[in-house]
């Protein structure tokens, strides 16, 4: 709807306040960049990217300049001869980039730009994307279902859900100060407990569930029953009989080395299956069936209503 | 039972090689993981062991048999792709029971071999299902119960994860493990994305243009990888390109750009040696002491990851570096820093005569 491909039933789009709401897309200054590159297979990576300055009666050496500054941004000005199937997958996405780039557009809209890459590529292609988006100072879009390029990409994260918007903000914030349950998981696994919630000094509960006592700071309007939440990658282990700090205690039931990180399914009597993802650092040493102690800092606990259909509901996708 | 080995095998398309002559051996019941970036061989690999394809040279072992001839339907193997491929008029039970080994036998056996496989891959209670009312996942876990119903010891994966959500995929790749594990299979599965070639397998293949360039368990690879390479695409890491200055007992002094110098352990280097020291993001850390391995810098950016956050830091010798520190880590407002480099936390490789940012491409 932003790039005018599709119309609303309801409502208007505004473009630096001017109403484009029934403007066609090709007259409306946002490029729109799908998920499939789309890219003209006959025509060259220069030609590729000159085509719509071209169509809006640009001059050949006005075309050139931007041309070569887009090209060269990413990293194909010396393939500008190559045709589209001469390229691998990430070229061609860096193309579909700058030709999107050279439409000249206030608002450039990328639809899962890196779904069809390599997972390390895309983990090198989208640091790439912020730099270069914020030398040009274009305004993007960027649509993904992966947390971690949101995260990496965006000033702002907008969570949907089943066609609604569910959270806006900083990605920090709303990492810290998800809105549901739902918004909490999506940035991140979570491990979802409920308990029961008592007044405690300095802005803080005691939660208890399953018999041991968790401090978490309090949320307002929140009380009796609730649901805590806390994030799989702030929990730590340390062997069972070093165990200080705020943590309960279990038994490592899965262990799955992920490079930077180790995920860790751990049973915790009274409380189930619940997930750590240390750094390799300071979890090399956790073996499956090994007892640990599971830190859970108290300043990363959050609170939520129990949500009426159960949390198995409350995080389902569709 | 299965021990395959290629030994030398090649197999080119005209000019195109691809896969270069290349020897590999998989232990019988280990699991391996066939790791690379897209066109590297990968596929070919695979095709070439289970008997897809001929090579163009070289022969393939199983048990010391040569089988190098033998048609693939007379191995003893499971496959599964990436594309799911059920049929989509048959439900669970019947997909996962369709296999030829599975229709020579009586009907006890098959209902024998039809649970346990299901109940294996936790699709049991979906078995009256039909693969429309399945998600990609289990329609996935579906694929791999059929595969495991035909008995085979060997247990071919072709990116069996990659059209999946990512939630999904991490579910599964613990299933397949554990499958494989419990049934005491030999598994080679291929794939390009590096965290999950990492969580399931025994030994990671680590593939490039044709070639097989390293192979270790993944916390060896990933701690000490051989070359710039797997360093790099095996997680991310930071580069320095210098030269050893002087060698002083155990310890080399490798001098960079704006002379700053870095201690690294001596083994196996030379005073005047070009090289190139790596060091992951979260093995390098921002320090208040001046002495030691350190390079001041300047913070350029910053990226919030969750429980840490990225800084780019420009330092002095001009490199841009990523460095990670715990979120809750507030810097202070000067942006000049001292990156600290541990000596046990940094690695030292030959500068490749190809250069460096060639040895690094990634496609
Ligand atoms: N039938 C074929 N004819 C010609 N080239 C091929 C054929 N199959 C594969 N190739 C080439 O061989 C290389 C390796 O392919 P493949 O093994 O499928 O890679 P991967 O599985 O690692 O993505 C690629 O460059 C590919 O284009
Ligand atoms: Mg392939």
Same mark, same amino acid.
């Given at each position: 709807?932003?790039?005018?491909?599709?119309?609303?039933?309801?409502?208007?789009?505004?473009?630096?306040?001017?109403?484009?709401?029934?403007?066609?897309?090709?007259?409306?200054?946002?490029?729109?960049?799908?998920?499939?590159?789309?890219?003209?297979?006959?025509?060259?990576?220069?030609?590729?990217?000159?085509?719509?300055?071209?169509?809006?009666?640009?001059?050949?050496?006005?075309?050139?300049?931007?041309?070569?500054?887009?090209?060269?941004?990413?990293?194909?000005?010396?393939?500008?001869?190559?045709?589209?199937?001469?390229?691998?997958?990430?070229?061609?996405?860096?193309?579909?980039?700058?030709?999107?780039?050279?439409?000249?557009?206030?608002?450039?809209?990328?639809?899962?730009?890196?779904?069809?890459?390599?997972?390390?590529?895309?983990?090198?292609?989208?640091?790439?994307?912020?730099?270069?988006?914020?030398?040009?100072?274009?305004?993007?879009?960027?649509?993904?279902?992966?947390?971690?390029?949101?995260?990496?990409?965006?000033?702002?994260?907008?969570?949907?859900?089943?066609?609604?918007?569910?959270?806006?903000?900083?990605?920090?914030?709303?990492?810290?100060?998800?809105?549901?349950?739902?918004?909490?998981?999506?940035?991140?696994?979570?491990?979802?407990?409920?308990?029961?919630?008592?007044?405690?000094?300095?802005?803080?509960?005691?939660?208890?569930?399953?018999?041991?006592?968790?401090?978490?700071?309090?949320?307002?309007?929140?009380?009796?029953?609730?649901?805590?939440?806390?994030?799989?990658?702030?929990?730590?282990?340390?062997?069972?009989?070093?165990?200080?700090?705020?943590?309960?205690?279990?038994?490592?039931?899965?262990?799955?080395?992920?490079?930077?990180?180790?995920?860790?399914?751990?049973?915790?009597?009274?409380?189930?299956?619940?997930?750590?993802?240390?750094?390799?650092?300071?979890?090399?040493?956790?073996?499956?069936?090994?007892?640990?102690?599971?830190?859970?800092?108290?300043?990363?606990?959050?609170?939520?209503?129990?949500?009426?259909?159960?949390?198995?509901?409350?995080?389902?996708?569709? | 039972?299965?021990?395959?080995?290629?030994?030398?095998?090649?197999?080119?398309?005209?000019?195109?090689?691809?896969?270069?002559?290349?020897?590999?051996?998989?232990?019988?019941?280990?699991?391996?993981?066939?790791?690379?970036?897209?066109?590297?061989?990968?596929?070919?690999?695979?095709?070439?062991?289970?008997?897809?394809?001929?090579?163009?040279?070289?022969?393939?072992?199983?048990?010391?048999? $040569? %089988?190098?001839?033998?048609?693939? +339907?007379?191995? *003893? !193997?499971?496959?599964?792709?990436?594309?799911?491929? /059920? #049929? @989509?008029?048959?439900?669970?039970?019947?997909?996962?029971?369709?296999?030829?080994?599975?229709?020579?036998?009586?009907?006890? $056996? %098959?209902?024998?071999?039809?649970? +346990?496989?299901? *109940? !294996?891959?936790?699709?049991?209670?979906?078995?009256? /299902? #039909? @693969?429309?009312?399945?998600?990609?996942?289990?329609?996935?876990?579906?694929?791999?119960?059929?595969?495991?119903?035909?008995?085979?010891?060997?247990?071919?994966?072709? +990116?069996?994860?990659?059209?999946?959500?990512?939630?999904?995929?991490?579910? /599964?790749?613990?299933?397949?493990?554990?499958?494989?594990?419990?049934?005491?299979?030999?598994?080679?599965?291929?794939?390009?994305?590096?965290?999950?070639?990492?969580?399931?397998?025994?030994?990671?293949?680590?593939?490039?243009?044709?070639?097989?360039?390293?192979?270790?368990?993944?916390?060896?690879?990933?701690?000490?990888?051989?070359?710039?390479?797997?360093?790099?695409?095996?997680?991310?890491?930071?580069?320095?390109?210098?030269?050893?200055?002087?060698?002083?007992?155990?310890?080399?002094?490798?001098?960079?750009?704006?002379?700053?110098?870095?201690?690294?352990?001596?083994?196996?280097?030379?005073?005047?040696?070009?090289?190139?020291?790596?060091?992951?993001?979260?093995?390098?850390?921002?320090?208040?002491?001046?002495?030691?391995?350190?390079?001041?810098?300047?913070?350029?950016?910053?990226?919030?990851?969750?429980?840490?956050?990225?800084?780019?830091?420009?330092?002095?010798?001009?490199?841009?570096?990523?460095?990670?520190?715990?979120?809750?880590?507030?810097?202070?407002?000067?942006?000049?820093?001292?990156?600290?480099?541990?000596?046990?936390?940094?690695?030292?490789?030959?500068?490749?005569?190809?250069?460096?940012?060639?040895?690094?491409?990634?496609?």
């Amino acid at each position: 709807m932003i790039a005018g491909l599709l119309d609303p039933d309801a409502g208007r789009i505004l473009l630096d306040g001017r109403d484009v709401t029934r403007m066609p897309a090709d007259v409306r200054q946002a490029a729109f960049m799908p998920q499939t590159y789309s890219l003209f297979p006959h025509l060259t990576v220069w030609e590729n990217t000159t085509f719509s300055p071209q169509v809006k009666g640009w001059s050949e050496s006005d075309r050139d300049v931007l041309a070569r500054e887009m090209l060269s941004m990413v990293h194909l000005i010396d393939r500008r001869e190559a045709f589209p199937r001469e390229l691998s997958g990430g070229m061609q996405q860096r193309c579909a980039l700058a030709r999107a780039l050279a439409a000249g557009s206030g608002v450039l809209l990328l639809d899962e730009p890196l779904r069809a890459l390599d997972a390390r590529l895309r983990i090198e292609l989208r640091s790439e994307l912020r730099s270069l988006i914020r030398h040009v100072g274009t305004t993007a879009i960027h649509v993904t279902h992966d947390q971690e390029e949101a995260l990496v990409v965006a000033d702002r994260i907008a969570v949907l859900r089943n066609g609604e918007l569910v959270e806006v903000g900083p990605a920090e914030y709303v990492y810290s100060h998800p809105a549901s349950p739902f918004v909490a998981n999506f940035l991140g696994e979570m491990n979802f407990v409920e308990a029961e919630s008592f007044p405690a000094d300095g802005g803080a509960v005691r939660l208890v569930v399953g018999g041991t006592n968790l401090m978490a700071p309090a949320r307002e309007g929140l009380s009796g029953r609730v649901l805590a939440g806390i994030r799989a990658e702030v929990c730590g282990v340390l062997p069972q009989e070093w165990g200080a700090g705020q943590g309960v205690e279990g038994i490592v039931k899965r262990r799955l080395f992920m490079g930077r990180r180790i995920s860790l399914e751990i049973d915790v009597p009274g409380m189930g299956l619940l997930k750590a993802k240390p750094l390799t650092a300071n979890a090399r040493w956790a073996k499956e069936g090994d007892a640990v102690f599971m830190t859970m800092p108290a300043e990363h606990i959050l609170l939520f209503p129990v949500p009426k259909g159960g949390v198995a509901a409350a995080l389902e996708v569709e | 039972m299965p021990r395959i080995e290629a030994l030398d095998v090649a197999k080119r398309f005209g000019r195109i090689t691809a896969l270069d002559t290349t020897s590999l051996t998989i232990e019988d019941r280990e699991y391996v993981a066939v790791l690379g970036p897209s066109g590297c061989g990968k596929t070919t690999l695979i095709k070439l062991l289970s008997g897809i394809w001929q090579p163009s040279e070289g022969r393939i072992l199983v048990d010391g048999r $040569d %089988v190098t001839a033998l048609p693939v +339907e007379d191995r *003893d !193997l499971g496959y599964v792709f990436q594309n799911i491929v /059920l #049929f @989509p008029h048959m439900d669970v039970w019947t997909n996962a029971t369709y296999g030829p080994w599975v229709h020579a036998r009586h009907k006890e $056996d %098959v209902d024998h071999v039809g649970t +346990e496989v299901l *109940d !294996l891959v936790d699709m049991l209670g979906e078995r009256g /299902l #039909f @693969p429309s009312e399945l998600s990609t996942g289990s329609q996935q876990k579906v694929a791999l119960a059929r595969a495991l119903a035909n008995r085979a010891k060997l247990l071919i994966l072709d +990116e069996p994860l990659s059209g999946l959500d990512a939630r999904v995929r991490l579910d /599964l790749r613990y299933a397949l493990r554990r499958v494989v594990k419990d049934l005491g299979l030999t598994a080679i599965h291929v794939t390009h994305d590096q965290e999950e070639a990492m969580s399931v397998a025994d030994r990671v293949v680590v593939m490039r243009k044709g070639r097989i360039i390293e192979s270790g368990p993944p916390e060896t690879l990933y701690d000490r990888p051989k070359g710039v390479f797997t360093a790099n695409f095996i997680g991310e890491s930071n580069f320095l390109e210098g030269a050893v200055r002087r060698i002083r007992a155990d310890w080399a002094f490798v001098e960079f750009r704006s002379g700053y110098i870095l201690r690294v352990p001596a083994k196996g280097l030379l005073e005047g040696d070009p090289v190139v020291v790596a060091a992951r993001p979260e093995w390098i850390a921002l320090t208040k002491e001046g002495f030691g391995n350190v390079i001041p810098g300047r913070v350029e950016g910053r990226v919030f990851l969750g429980a840490t956050q990225r800084l780019q830091v420009r330092l002095f010798t001009s490199d841009l570096v990523s460095v990670d520190v715990p979120a809750s880590q507030s810097l202070n407002t000067a942006r000049d820093v001292l990156v600290s480099f541990h000596e046990a936390n940094i690695l030292v490789y030959p500068r490749p005569y190809e250069g460096l940012q060639e040895a690094l491409k990634l496609e």
